[in-house]
């Protein structure tokens, strides 16, 4: 099983539309929880960092569960700009920050 | 400020052939990673450095050797290349907060093909 699991989609919406990906996790000794943002042939970006409380960034919504083990992230009023893969990351406490990334699931919002 | 950099962009290499990819930051972080990315894999580690002079193995080091001669620098090396190590190689940086999981800042990547 891999220790971080997503939906590789694509998820095709129209713009406009509220979409929600969700991700698991292996490890119950995960402390960090991130979505990372990656558009076509280019480097991974933080887009926000989860919450146990859960966290509001604009149009983003991010909701740990750590009882059930996942992650979700909610994009409310789709843009075009806003497609690209979107990376659910988890990190273990340790000597480094090392991150342990799932596959990505993509997302294309059409007009 | 340039954040992360990453030298080359692309780079064709035959069977056997050695060669060193170069990652630089401007931020004064403290630790760097190498990372490569393959097609339904996502990223993986493969070696990281905690600061000038430290290296330690990732999940997928075999193949690989690393330097942080400087604290803005981390090389890694490619002795042998082998077609299976035909990836996208990307570089990133962090600065201990004190708390786990510090944001990583990622260099734009290097396309490699090894036939």
């Known amino acids: 099983r891999k220790e971080v699991e997503q939906d590789p989609g694509p998820f095709n919406v129209p713009e406009g539309a509220t979409v929600a990906f969700n991700c698991t996790y292996s490890?119950?000794?995960?402390?960090?929880f991130f979505w990372y943002r990656q558009d076509c042939r280019k480097e991974p970006k933080l887009l926000m960092s989860?919450?146990?409380s859960g966290n509001e960034d604009g149009r983003f919504t991010a909701q740990l569960n750590r009882a059930s083990q996942y992650i979700s992230l909610l994009i409310r009023d789709s843009k075009l700009s806003d497609s690209a893969t979107y990376l659910c990351?988890?990190?273990?406490?340790?000597?480094?920050?090392?991150?342990?990334f799932g596959t990505g699931t993509r997302l294309q919002v059409t007009l | 400020n340039a954040g992360v950099t990453q030298t080359p962009k692309f780079r064709v290499l035959k069977t056997g052939q050695s060669m060193t990819l170069l990652c630089a930051q401007d931020?004064?972080?403290?630790?760097m990673y190498w990372y490569r990315q393959d097609p339904g894999m996502g990223l993986r580690l493969i070696h990281y450095?905690?600061?000038?002079?430290?290296?330690a193995k990732g999940e997928v080091p075999d193949g690989y050797n690393v330097s942080r001669l400087k604290k803005q620098n981390f090389l890694l090396g490619l002795e042998s290349a082998a077609p299976s190590q035909t990836s996208v190689y990307f570089c990133?940086?962090?600065?201990?907060?004190?708390?786990?999981?510090?944001?990583?800042?990622f260099g734009p990547g290097t396309r490699l093909l090894v036939l």
């Open positions: 990133a940086s962090s600065y201990p907060s004190g708390l786990p999981g510090e944001t990583q800042y």
């Open positions: 490890n119950s000794a995960s402390q960090s």
């Open positions: 989860v919450y146990s």
């Open positions: 990351v988890v990190n273990r406490a340790g000597t480094a920050s090392k991150l342990t």
């Open positions: 931020m004064n972080h403290e630790y």
């Open positions: 450095s905690v600061g000038e002079g430290t290296t």
